[in-house]
């Protein structure tokens, strides 16, 4: 397998998260990059995914003190004196610290610690912009809720207009979501919930977005069925995914998120023989 | 504890409040005192009681033959021998579905909890049978991927033996709609991750006036804005941790943590 992601390991499909007809089988994200073989949203994750065939990595996007669009889940790192740790260390040697109280330079000063005991530096969302061939597609969850910074929607505006294709912008903060429209109409956004709404349409109105991206957890089939004839397109993300991949290749889902992207075909990626 | 005055202008009729007379943010042992004994035990919401919370959150769902069991999640595992409560990948577990076991089976089994502790599985008819009456209970219904409309009539029928004191939650807002039409008096408590841009609509399609958030998706503004809007917002997740005295100054009707002596007022005096 070529180890260099500017040749796709096949012919990249020919779909985008927001075909109707969904694909079939249904898009396939990357969560955080091929994050149960190498340290999530690190290059080494993202690079990973691309080789295996995902049609698009997902990543998360949040705010330093002074700015910069790091690459990285959790509001919070643990500093155990000396370095940064992913996770707090279970010796209760680290102290949590916000990210948004800390500048680029001090997040990349060392690489940081993650939970498999690897070392890998952070990423800037532009840096992974450029790298990322450009079949690939991209989810960029921005992270705020707790942390919300009115600086965040216009700073991954800015990012996303150097690679305007191929590129979604999801979010549990619907609020950064209705900021970034107003700043960017054309950037497709998915709006991020752990809920199953009674009138989910309604909820995406003031987004505005036409993806619901959706806990495996607390969305059915019906549910799918019903939004897809509202014009809404649902992928499904969550640990529990895996546990009845084969059920819901029969639900008519956009996509699916998956920590290993070889999962949701079994051992065959599509287009190759099985 | 800093000056709470907002509080005085917000009508927070329906969700319980503090049993003292306080206008401090009502204080829920979710899933028991978790933190101290195994969850969703009576020996959990025994201790919560003991250690001043307000309430009790418990978790239900119903087995095959129709028992509304008190279990978090919708999947134990078994390796061959005894159930455990969690997967553990040490371990080669094998997931069985809740909804597929009958009470009859589950009522003998010992379940392995993470802490390595054996316990018995509950019923929620136990825990009411159990529980001082003075407890609220916040009875969380697990549906979503495992929707069933049987499980609301279940809970009614059962929360009625109790006279008041008892609310219903889920994180699938059609259950609690079920809820609503069999008994409209219930309140109902609409859990959600997310930060919308209108949370009091995403609240009026059920309908509810109170909503659980955890505490990375939303900040101090949101909970003014919505509070000012007339939802009753509370706030749990472990992150609550970390800035627990600045959240319990905001107008927030209720915090749930798994050591309620964290914000009970006996244990903070």
């Not at chain 1, 991954?156 to 549990?172: D, E, G, T, W, Y």
């Not at chain 2, 008041?164 to 039409?181: E, K, M």
């Not at chain 2, 006036?209 to 990375?216: H, K, L, T």
Request: glycine share 6%; hydrophobic share 45%; aromatic share 6%.
């Amino acid at each position: 397998m070529s180890g260099h992601p500017a040749t796709p390991p096949r012919a990249p499909r020919a779909v985008s998260p927001f075909d109707d007809p969904v694909p079939d089988p249904p898009f396939v994200w990357a969560h955080r990059g091929a994050s149960a073989l190498e340290p999530e949203n690190t290059m080494a994750a993202f690079l990973r995914a691309c080789e295996l065939g995902a049609d698009g990595v997902e990543l998360d996007v949040q705010l330093t003190r002074d700015g910069c669009p790091v690459v990285l889940h959790d509001a919070q790192l643990h500093h155990d004196g000396h370095r940064f740790h992913l996770r707090a260390p279970s010796d209760g040697s680290a102290r949590p610290v916000f990210v948004r109280d800390l500048d680029y330079a001090q997040l990349v000063a060392a690489p940081v610690t993650f939970p498999d005991g690897r070392r890998e530096p952070l990423e800037r969302l532009e840096a992974v912009l450029e790298a990322l061939p450009s079949w690939i597609w991209l989810d960029v969850e921005v992270k705020a809720g707790w942390t919300y910074d009115p600086r965040l929607a216009p700073v991954v505006a800015r990012c996303l207009a150097a690679r305007p294709q191929r590129c979604i912008v999801s979010s549990f903060d619907h609020v950064v979501l209705a900021e970034l429209h107003a700043l960017a109409p054309e950037v497709p956004l998915a709006a991020l919930c752990d809920a199953r709404l009674a009138d989910a349409a309604t909820v995406l109105g003031p987004i505005p977005a036409r993806l619901w991206n959706l806990r495996r957890a607390f969305v059915t089939e019906r549910d799918v069925v019903a939004l897809r004839a509202e014009g809404i397109l649902v992928s499904v993300y969550g640990e529990e995914v895996r546990l009845d991949l084969h059920a819901l290749r029969a639900w008519p889902l956009a996509g699916v998120f998956l920590d290993d992207p070889r999962e949701a075909y079994g051992s065959a990626l599509p287009g190759e023989p099985a | 504890m800093a000056e709470r005055s907002p509080l005085e202008l917000v009508d927070r009729s329906g969700f319980p409040r503090p049993a003292d007379g306080s206008a401090r943010p009502f204080v829920w042992a979710h899933r028991g005192a978790s933190a101290l004994e195994p969850e969703n035990t009576l020996r959990a919401f025994l201790a919560a009681a003991d250690a001043g919370a307000d309430g009790v959150e418990l978790d239900i769902q119903l087995t095959r033959d129709g028992v509304a069991v008190v279990v978090h999640d919708p999947l134990l595992w078994t390796d061959g021998s005894q159930l455990h409560l969690r997967h553990d990948r040490a371990a080669a577990l094998r997931p069985l579905w809740v909804r597929d076991l009958d009470w009859t089976d589950l009522e003998q089994a010992s379940v392995r909890w993470p802490d390595g502790r054996t316990e018995h599985l509950t019923r929620f008819e136990e825990v009411l049978e159990v529980l001082p009456g003075q407890l609220w209970l916040d009875v969380e219904l697990k549906a979503g991927w495992t929707y069933d409309p049987a499980l609301a009539t279940a809970f009614v029928a059962l929360a009625r033996r109790r006279s008041g004191r008892i609310l219903a939650s889920s994180f699938d807002q059609v259950i609690l709609r079920d809820v609503a039409a069999v008994d409209p008096e219930i309140p109902l408590l609409s859990i959600l991750h997310a930060r919308p841009v209108d949370l009091p609509g995403v609240l009026a399609a059920v309908p509810a006036a109170m909503a659980s958030i955890d505490r990375p998706f939303l900040g101090a503004d949101d909970v003014r804005r919505w509070t000012d809007a007339g939802v009753e917002v509370s706030i749990g997740g472990s992150e609550l941790l970390g800035d627990l005295d600045a959240v319990l100054t905001w107008p927030v009707a209720g915090v749930f943590l798994d050591d309620p002596r964290l914000a009970a007022p006996a244990a903070r005096a």
